[in-house]
């Protein structure tokens, strides 16, 4: 099997990165206090359209923070797409609630509102809402159901950084917004993540909370259960360099992904693309082949051609861990016949028709 010379991502750290690192090692502020840590969180708050933003470690502390700050535990649930990655359900069991699995939809890959409205109980304190691979959830329906029932909204945006719908960011919509930054994310600190909201209550919670339950004025006096979910100086100097090129890193992938969809407009290639009043981030560019049996045997092809591909996850519902018994057959689907193609600032042309070229000559001689 060739070794891989097209990777499925590689970060751009082609900005102040370096330099604003060398400040902080210079300055000796490198823990979790310093300057780059507030200014990456204002920064990211504006960009975000919302009035707050806490640095946190990771994506999936973001998540369990931000539903520790709406108080949820043992006896509530938690609803929550079965297709998504295993840290948003993690993050669930964290609180000792329980994941509610819902279905997605054929076309964006999305939670399915109908399921959604069919999953809710008296039990139901929260829906968390994952943006999957850049493409916004239906959020019009998903807030309806929530403002009816008096449940609270998660959007787990971990993939969907620069995502809108209705020319709305992501994350505008529900109660508070969660964020990553690991290494292949639109934006990266190597591993990190945000919690974000309009709401000053929550936010000083999520302070608390992500800071070891610390009381506000009093030194070493803790009230609550915290955590050491701090973001590091070093790793906010990266995210703000980092986001001083947004616009340019969303323009790549959107290069990218147009490119991809020009060369497969003639086959049997499904790409995931925007549908609706929305704006795709496009963080991973993701196709469908037409059948399972194709999947694994397309990327075996594309490995020894030196290509790095991803599969879909896996439905959380088929996890060991999480286990029910019950079947979700859009998101199973999707799952079997999903991959995820090279996609980061720099891809060539030239490399980008070569794995289009592959993945069509494949399925046209398996078809």
């Known amino acids: 099997m060739a070794k891989s010379r097209i990777p499925v991502y590689r970060p751009d750290l082609s900005g102040n990165e370096l330099k604003y690192v060398t400040e902080c090692i210079n300055s000796s502020w490198i823990s979790s206090k310093g300057q780059f840590v507030s200014r990456f969180e204002e920064q990211f708050a504006k960009y975000c359209g919302l009035k707050y933003a806490a640095s946190v470690s990771n994506g999936t502390v973001a998540l369990h923070t931000a539903l520790a700050a709406l108080n949820i535990g043992p006896g509530d649930e938690v609803i929550v797409p079965t297709l998504t990655y295993i840290a948003s359900v993690n993050a669930i069991k964290y609180t000792g609630a329980v994941p509610v699995f819902v279905d997605s939809l054929t076309d964006t890959w999305q939670m399915d509102p109908v399921d959604v409205k069919r999953k809710i109980t008296p039990k139901t304190k929260v829906i968390m809402v994952v943006h999957l691979y850049g493409q916004p959830t239906d959020m019009d329906p998903i807030m309806k159901l929530a403002n009816k029932n008096k449940i609270k909204v998660i959007e787990d945006c971990a993939e969907a950084l620069g995502s809108k719908y209705k020319s709305k960011h992501v994350g505008q919509f529900g109660d508070i917004a969660c964020f990553s930054f690991f290494g292949n994310k639109t ?108 999947r694994d045997p397309l990327r075996k092809r594309l490995s020894d051609n030196g290509i790095e591909t991803r599969p879909l996850f896996w439905p959380v519902h088929q996890m060991p861990v999480y286990a029910t018994g019950e079947e979700f057959p859009v998101a199973q689907d999707l799952s079997s016949r999903g991959l995820n193609l090279p996609s980061w600032p720099g891809l060539s042309d030239g490399n980008i028709e070569l794995i289009a070229s592959l993945i069509n000559s494949f399925v046209t001689a398996e078809s």
């Not at 506000?216 to 259960?225: F, S």
């Not at 701090?230 to 147009?258: P, V, W």
Request: aromatic residues 10%.
């Open 187 to 294: 934006i990266t600190t190597g591993e990190g993540g945000m919690v974000a909201t309009n709401s000053k209550q929550l936010i000083d919670k999520v302070r608390r909370i992500k800071g070891q339950g610390l009381a506000e004025g009093r030194e070493y006096w803790h009230d609550i259960l915290g955590y050491n979910y701090r973001m590091t100086n070093i790793c906010a100097a990266i995210g703000l360099a980092q986001l001083e090129r947004i616009n340019y890193l969303m323009e790549s992938k959107r290069k990218i992904a147009n490119k991809y969809q020009q060369l497969f407009a003639n086959s049997p290639i499904t790409f995931h693309k925007e549908i609706g009043d929305v704006v795709h981030s496009f963080w991973m560019c993701s196709i469908l082949v037409p059948a399972s049996k194709f």
